[in-house]
């Protein structure tokens, strides 16, 4: 089982940066790959980015490539998503996912251990 723990959202004006966190429980988590999944009010949830267990293997969404960086620290059992320049359809509850496998897609079925979510608002 892992449990997982978002921090870090906030209201945020356009061109502004977040870094969420996500603190992972349990003492395998370099044999996760864990995700950023994304969902706004009457739409389905989305992934955003996902990073291999070792960290050096990373996947984003073309809608955020170049602004978000998905980064982890095994050793704090944490991984880290830093949102630059966002703009306003970023706005969601951004969630952390753990899938049981070193590298993982943006499939939401690879993943087996959810967040509760933290939530980014991003004012115009």
């Known amino acids: 089982q892992v449990q997982l723990v978002e921090s870090g959202g906030g209201l945020v004006q356009a061109g502004g940066s977040l870094r969420l966190t996500c603190a992972a429980s349990g003492r395998t988590f370099s044999r996760y790959a864990m995700g950023w999944f994304r969902q706004a009010p009457g739409k389905e949830r989305e992934f955003v980015a996902t990073?291999?267990?070792?960290?050096?293997?990373?996947y984003y969404v073309d809608s955020v490539k170049g602004r978000f960086t998905i980064s982890r620290d095994n050793g704090k059992n944490t991984v880290y998503l830093q949102m630059n320049s966002l703009k306003p359809e970023d706005t969601a509850m951004y969630y952390c996912?753990?899938?049981?496998?070193?590298?993982?897609?943006?499939?939401?079925?690879?993943?087996?251990?959810w967040g509760q979510g933290t939530q980014v608002t991003v004012s115009s």
């Open positions: 996912a753990a899938a049981p496998t070193y590298m993982a897609t943006g499939s939401i079925r690879d993943y087996d251990f």
């Open positions: 990073i291999s267990g070792t960290g050096g293997t990373t």
